[in-house]
Nanobody
Framework: VQLQASGGGLVQPGGSLRLSCTASGYIFRINSMAWYRQAPGSQRELVAKIIEGPRTHYADSVQGRFTISRDNAKNAVYLQMNTVRPEDTAVYYC??????????????WGQGTQVTVSS
């Protein structure tokens, strides 16, 4: 299984950006997907996650500005980033807890996509 993230780039403060991540390979079921980010000199932190329901969870710093969503038919997860701030600058990583069979679940990471918020 591979996770391929895309959509990063340079955006001005107050602007919007949409990240996408698609899982490929032999997938039995995707149990949860999430976006993490890591800024220079900082630890990787959870930005948002989505599980069956769907139910979502957001970091306090992005609540009300970012929206995570899933397209189960495409094995994809998205992160709509609105009203971005310079402190949102980071490498964003896609993450998934994916079953490859009824009895085996693994964690997978995408390669990361750079988001830079600057005027």
């Amino acid at each position: 299984v591979q996770l391929q993230a895309s959509g990063g780039g340079l955006v001005q403060p107050g602007g919007s950006l949409r990240l996408s991540c698609t899982a490929s390979g032999y997938i039995f079921r995707i149990n949860s997907m999430a976006w993490y980010r890591q800024a220079p000199g900082s630890q990787r932190e959870l930005v948002a996650k989505i599980i069956e329901g769907p139910r979502t969870h957001y970091a306090d710093s992005v609540q009300g500005r970012f929206t995570i969503s899933r397209d189960n038919a495409k094995n994809a997860v998205y992160l709509q980033m609105n009203t971005v701030r310079p402190e949102d600058t980071a490498v964003y990583y896609c993450y998934g807890k994916i079953q490859v069979s009824p009895n085996y679940e693994y964690e997978y990471w995408g390669q990361g996509t750079q988001v830079t918020v600057s005027s």
